[in-house]
Nanobody, 126 residues
Framework: VQLQASGGGLVQAGGSLRLSCAAS????????TGWFRQAPGKEREFVAS????????RYADSGKGRFTISRDNAKNTVYLQMNSLKPEDTAVYYC????????????????????WGQGTQVTVSS
């Protein structure tokens, strides 16, 4: 599966962005999907994930209550709605997919994901 992330940009603190991860190739409901981010000088970190079923989601503590992950398998797309953005959310955001987990599993470690998109830059100004 090939992944294309989009929706990043420059936003003021307190603003919102919606990231999209569009998949091509094999039908997307065969893959659990996650979002990760990497800020300059820092390691890549987990942001959120969603199961193949769409019924199970997981979030990093940093995004709980502010971020929402969802999927539309008919459109082969996973979304990350980010509200109340903070300067510390500034990073390159990557979407990733895995076919190696169960239907109701939302994986949260990068090593569980075998497919990665190219990343989209999110910059939050103070």
């Amino acid at each position: 599966v090939q992944l294309q992330a989009s929706g990043g940009g420059l936003v003021q603190a307190g603003g919102s962005l919606r990231l999209s991860c569009a998949a091509s190739g094999r039908t997307y409901d065969s893959y659990g999907t996650g979002w990760f981010r990497q800020a300059p000088g820092k390691e890549r970190e987990f942001v959120a994930s969603i199961s193949r079923s769409g019924s199970v989601t997981r979030y990093a503590d940093s995004g709980k209550g502010r971020f929402t992950i969802s999927r539309d398998n008919a459109k082969n797309t996973v979304y990350l709605q980010m509200n109340s953005l903070k300067p510390e959310d500034t990073a390159v955001y990557y979407c990733a997919a895995t076919g190696g987990v169960g239907y109701y599993v939302a994986a949260r470690t990068s090593r569980e994901y075998g497919y990665w998109g190219q990343g989209t830059q999110v910059t939050v100004s103070s």
